[in-house]
T-cell receptor
Framework: GNSVTQMEGPVTLSEEAFLTINCTYT??????LFWYVQYPGEGLQLLLK?????DKGSNKGFEATYRKETTSFHLEKGSVQVSDSAVYFC????????????FGKGTRLSVIA | DGGITQSPKYLFRKEGQNVTLSCEQN?????MYWYRQDPGQGLRLIYY???????QKGDIAEGYSVSREKKESFPLTVTSAQKNPTAFYLC?????????????FGNGTRLTVT
């Protein structure tokens, strides 16, 4: 079946450090890939998405490139801020129209000043 | 403003009691979902509904029930049969049950059962 594997957290970085959160997936066909973010005490929000191979999703300084050859969708940001502290979820859809999104377990990021 | 409203934010119940969590959306979305979030477990799908008067079990439906009598509303009942009900519950909706359609989430209800 479809699955998403994220790097285990928590990740702690200093302000202005470079961020990478790894995400790899298993799916048949040509899935769409997503990153969602959850700030403390809130629900999840869509951060970015990519719907086909080599697409790059970007938003708020975050980027992720859909790599079919390595089945990966790693999240990156060049310079993190304290306000980026949150839990980040990688998610996959198989585009069949039959099954809901599959989420990874989430990676908690803490950015310290 | 359009969005998803979950109420209440915090809910406390005694063991053995059923409890219903509310989820309302004014986004005119067809599909709605319930997830459970536990530390270290990520999101697990409880139930989902593609359209009014229809719903399907997710990965962990045992001990839960839902209804979808109106497009705007998708209440979740946590029954006394649910062995570990204490958790953070998230409701979501999407425009269609198509996988490129992003999910919109409510702010969650934290249920504590003692």
């Amino acid at each position: 079946g479809n699955s998403v594997t994220q790097m285990e957290g928590p990740v702690t970085l200093s302000e202005e450090a470079f961020l990478t959160i790894n995400c790899t997936y298993t799916a048949t066909g040509y899935p769409s890939l997503f990153w969602y973010v959850q700030y403390p005490g809130e629900g999840l929000q869509l951060l970015l998405k990519a719907t086909k191979a080599d697409d790059k999703g970007s938003n708020k300084g975050f980027e992720a490139t859909y790599r079919k050859e390595t089945t990966s969708f790693h999240l990156e940001k060049g310079s993190v801020q304290v306000s980026d502290s949150a839990v980040y979820f990688c998610a996959l859809s198989d585009n069949s129209g039959n099954t809901p999104l599959v989420f990874g377990k989430g990676t908690r990021l803490s950015v310290i000043a | 403003d359009g969005g998803i409203t979950q109420s209440p934010k915090y809910l406390f119940r005694k063991e053995g009691q059923n409890v219903t969590l509310s989820c309302e959306q004014n986004l005119n979305h067809d599909a709605m979902y319930w997830y459970r979030q536990d530390p270290g477990q990520g999101l697990r799908l409880i139930y989902y509904s593609q359209i009014v008067n229809d719903f399907q079990k997710g990965d962990i439906a045992e001990g839960y029930s839902v209804s979808r009598e109106k497009k705007e509303s998708f209440p979740l009942t946590v029954t006394s049969a649910q062995k570990n009900p204490t958790a953070f519950y998230l409701c979501a909706s999407s425009g269609q049950f198509l996988n490129n359609s992003p999910l919109h989430f409510g702010n969650g209800t934290r249920l504590t059962v003692t």
